[in-house]
């Protein structure tokens, strides 16, 4: 099938080559002329893993190619809106420009019987919106709602075989023939059994934002029960393990420690509390607010254990972070935590040295007041404590003795919870953590 994606940052770059890679054919579109001339090369414009490999060999199959020319999309069948919908400056709503933008300039070029596809991540009441507009000018064409769940360091995997499929249509026959068109193009899933949820566009896209909503209750939750463990000498580390074995509850994003952030857990939660006030049940969400604010105190709190660590002043000390990336397996700074902290130390009065596998030149472009070091050797040389703030596998690896002599002071504060202590504190370290005693 012909398909077209307009937008080619982290959704649609990597949607687009594993639709070329199901076999399609496949238009890229993207406004950011510097993207599109990377990925016309075959080249990922952002770190995620198995996506250099996927888009080489799609270019190669000539299924592929990406443009910053709209008119490239006439022809393809199913239209997929992949931009992005960041939090708007000095509101929790999101910004929906860039999807109402991109709908404009795809208009002129959807053809009777087309199908677009929204899977950007909307307030709900947007599909309808968008539905009406395409009606406007185009009415034998159908939206679909179809939300993306890809996680960042693993999207090629979860692109190609996603845990659920969820389509929101409107009622009718048309309806029906846009699913079956969206079944042909998620084929080769669909016979790999995975499941799929067909239903209205209002379910469908609180689908999205319940789930990111459930994920970051789930952080928030445990990182409560951190500061409790605090609060006691208990460890949480222990709790979650504990209460992970309860198959309701179950161990996955249980990991206490600084908490999410990134392009979507915080920013949807604020969106989907903004939309829930403008319908008249803010209430229903009120609870997170409080997510919001448990995950905001884990920086605080680690800026602290980094100072409790230090005798009580950071001021003058060198500080070496590991880790600028949101998370590991990824050069995405958006929402660090890892940056906000090692922000606040410098703001502070410490002498804080970055360090990060994959995202230094984002984190540079974001915070050009830091200074960065490209290994964590070099980011700790000299330095009064370490702060690991993304569990990259090399900092989790890191040997305590040999790490040892590159620093002026054994001590280290580990965001993450992923060394482990008594390894640590046998090679004379100060290791201190959060929720652990
Ligand atoms: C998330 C959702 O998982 C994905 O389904 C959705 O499509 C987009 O948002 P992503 O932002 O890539 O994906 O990251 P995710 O793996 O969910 O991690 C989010 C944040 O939570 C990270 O900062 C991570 O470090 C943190 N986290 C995750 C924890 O602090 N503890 C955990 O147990 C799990």
Redesign the pocket.
């Known amino acids: 099938m012909r398909i077209s994606v307009i937008g080619c940052g982290y959704l649609g770059a990597v949607h687009a080559a594993c639709m070329a890679q199901l076999g399609h054919e496949v238009v890229g579109v993207d406004v950011d002329a510097s993207k599109v001339a990377l990925l016309a090369e075959g080249k990922a414009p952002f770190f995620e893993p198995g996506l250099p490999e996927l888009l080489t060999e799609a270019m190669g199959s000539g299924r592929l190619e990406f443009g910053t020319d709209m008119s490239a999309v006439a022809g393809a069948q199913v239209h997929f809106i992949c931009v992005g919908t960041p939090q708007k400056r000095g509101e929790n709503a999101a910004d929906l420009r860039f999807v109402d933008a991109a709908l404009e300039a795809l208009l002129p070029y959807v053809a009777p019987g087309d199908v677009v596809v929204g899977k950007s991540?909307v307030p709900v009441g947007t599909a309808e919106k968008l539905a009406e507009r395409l009606a406007e000018v185009q009415p034998e064409a159908t939206l679909v709602w179809n939300?993306?769940?890809?996680?960042?360091?693993?999207?090629v995997q979860?692109t190609l075989h996603p845990d659920r499929l969820v389509y929101g249509i409107q009622a009718g026959t048309e309806g029906a023939r846009a699913v079956r068109l969206l079944d042909e193009v998620y084929a080769t899933p669909l016979s790999e059994g995975t499941p799929q949820v067909v239903t209205d566009y209002a379910t469908a896209q609180l689908v999205?934002v319940a789930?990111?909503s459930f994920?970051?209750t789930?952080?928030s939750f445990?990182?409560a029960m951190a500061e409790l463990c605090e609060a006691t000498g208990a460890d949480v580390t222990q709790l979650a393990d504990a209460i992970g074995h309860d198959a309701r509850i179950g161990r996955?994003?249980?990991?206490?420690?600084?908490?999410?952030?990134?392009?979507?857990?915080p920013k949807?939660i604020r969106a989907f509390m903004a939309r829930a006030g403008e319908l008249g049940v803010d209430q229903a969400l009120s609870f997170l607010r409080e997510v919001d604010s448990i995950n905001m105190r884990r920086r605080v709190r680690m800026v602290d254990l980094a100072r409790e660590v230090c005798d009580g002043s950071i001021v003058g000390r060198k500080v070496a972070v590991l880790g600028a990336a949101?998370?590991?397996n990824?050069d995405?700074v958006r929402d660090?935590?890892a940056l906000s902290v090692a922000a606040q130390m410098g703001l502070q009065g410490a002498r804080v040295v970055v360090t990060d596998p994959e995202a230094i030149a984002n984190a540079e472009a974001k915070w050009p007041d830091l200074t960065y070091a490209p290994t964590a050797e070099q980011a700790a040389a000299g330095a009064d404590v370490v702060v690991l703030a993304?569990?990259w596998d090399q900092y989790r690896d890191l040997d305590p003795v040999a790490f040892g002599e590159v620093v002026a002071a054994r001590r280290i504060v580990d965001g993450?919870n992923v060394l482990d202590p008594g390894k640590w504190r046998a090679a004379g370290w100060t290791y201190r953590a959060l929720g652990r005693p």
Do not use: M, V
């Open positions: 991540t939300p993306e769940f890809l996680r960042e360091g693993f999207a979860d999205k789930a990111n994920l970051a789930k952080i445990i990182n996955r994003f249980l990991n206490a420690g600084l908490g999410f952030g990134g392009g979507c857990l949807d949101f998370k590991p990824s995405d660090s935590p993304t569990e993450r």
